[in-house]
T-cell receptor, first 111, second 115 residues
Framework: DAKTTQPTSMDCAEGRAANLPCNHS???????VYWYRQIHSQGPQYIIH???NNETNEMASLIITEDRKSSTLILPHATLRDTAVYYC????????????FGTGTRLTIIP | DAGVIQSPRHEVTEMGQEVTLRCKPI?????LFWYRQTMMRGLELLIY????????DSGMPEDRFSAKMPNASFSTLKIQPSEPRDSAVYFC?????????????FGPGTRLTVL
């Protein structure tokens, strides 16, 4: 029961902004959007999460559309170390704490 | 600060043997998760604990798998007997639930190969 849809793969030039889209058209009012990434052979790493408003931290920005049916993760100045699989996950704000990972987007940063 | 610690990092065993994977969560965290990752099935949750109590074990494949959390600083995932299809990378994660959200921190994983 996939709650999110992401492109299978994307390329981005080093130094440019990487914009990763995610569709979550069935999201409900109490569900957050989380982004994690997994660099090859490592455990997943938390990036950012949001409910309604746009969010920014030291790693990325998260832009959520007004209807909340889609979002975009922005890595402002991509480096080669940002090459990874990026997962967009929708999760309830209360209740079950589990993360359900889809197939994600394989982002490749091109030198 | 030490992150989530998993041991062993690599395990190779023969079919039918018992395998025990270990996890030490981040100090102060109150939730612990076990995930499994394979090429075929991706990353899937097996079980998670909150305050040392199992909350959701719906992802545990079958009776051969068992998990325990005897205290806040230690958890084990046991497979007995192991089978080749259990070969995967097993990740442990921990989090501190505060209000409506939390962040899960993952360990480096244990790569299990069952021959």
């Amino acid at each position: 029961d996939a709650k999110t849809t992401q492109p299978t793969s994307m390329d981005c030039a080093e130094g440019r902004a990487a914009n990763l889209p995610c569709n979550h058209s069935t999201i409900s009012g109490n569900e957050y959007v989380y982004w994690y990434r997994q660099i090859h052979s490592q455990g997943p790493q938390y990036i950012i999460h949001g409910l309604k408003n746009n969010e920014t931290n030291e790693m990325a920005s998260l832009i959520i559309t007004e209807d909340r049916k889609s979002s975009t993760l922005i890595l402002p100045h991509a480096t080669l170390r940002d090459t990874a699989v990026y997962y967009c996950i929708v999760r309830e704000s209360f209740g079950n704490e589990k993360l359900t990972f889809g197939t994600g987007t394989r982002l490749t940063i091109i030198p | 600060d030490a992150g989530v610690i998993q041991s062993p990092r690599h395990e190779v065993t023969e079919m039918g043997q018992e395998v025990t994977l270990r996890c030490k969560p981040i100090s102060g965290h109150n939730s612990l998760f076990w995930y499994r990752q394979t090429m075929m099935r991706g990353l899937e949750l097996l079980i998670y604990f909150n305050n040392n109590v199992p909350i959701d074990d719906s992802g545990m494949p079958e009776d051969r798998f068992s998990a325990k959390m005897p205290n806040a600083s230690f958890s084990t995932l046991k497979i007995q007997p192991s089978e080749p299809r259990d070969s995967a990378v097993y990740f442990c994660a921990s989090s501190f639930r505060q209000g409506s959200t939390d962040t899960q921190y993952f360990g480096p994983g244990t790569r299990l190969t069952v021959l």
